[in-house]
């Protein structure tokens, strides 16, 4: 059985950085995209950023761009999210997710493609 867990969430104050990770087991982590996914209170799951299986390519949101960067390291089987100059707008429960097919040729971004998920990480940004 596929797991993702993730961890590195927490509280910190506007401008500050976290770094979340996201380790896999259980299936061939290489093989698929990898992406991270936020919910704030009484909102959608929306798409973050995500990061090619070969780790070539990467996707982000424009809310989130020039600030957050995705990485992965296939040996670890771990996803990484690095988030800089945080937000208040950033508070949210972060969640990892794998694309239910692999080796896509494009990078996906829409929650009904990824397959498989973290339990979730609260992220909260103080002003």
């Known amino acids: 059985q596929v797991q993702l867990v993730e961890s590195g969430g927490g509280l910190v104050q506007a401008g500050g950085s976290l770094r979340l990770s996201c380790v896999a087991s259980?299936?061939?982590?290489?093989?698929?995209?990898m992406g991270w996914f936020r919910q704030a209170p009484g909102k959608g799951r929306e798409f973050v950023a995500a990061?090619?299986?070969?780790?070539?390519?990467?996707y982000y949101a424009d809310s989130v761009k020039g600030r957050f960067t995705i990485s992965r390291d296939n040996a670890k089987n771990t996803v990484y999210l690095q988030m800089n100059s945080l937000k208040p707008e950033d508070t949210a429960v972060y969640y990892c997710?794998?694309?239910?097919?692999?080796?896509?040729?494009?990078?996906?971004?829409?929650?009904?493609?990824?397959?498989?998920w973290g339990q979730g990480t609260q992220v909260t940004v103080s002003s």
């Open positions: 997710a794998a694309d239910s097919k692999a080796y896509t040729i494009s990078i996906r971004t829409s929650y009904g493609q990824y397959g498989t």
């Open positions: 990061i090619s299986w070969s780790g070539g390519g990467t």
């Open positions: 259980g299936r061939t982590f290489s093989s698929y995209t």
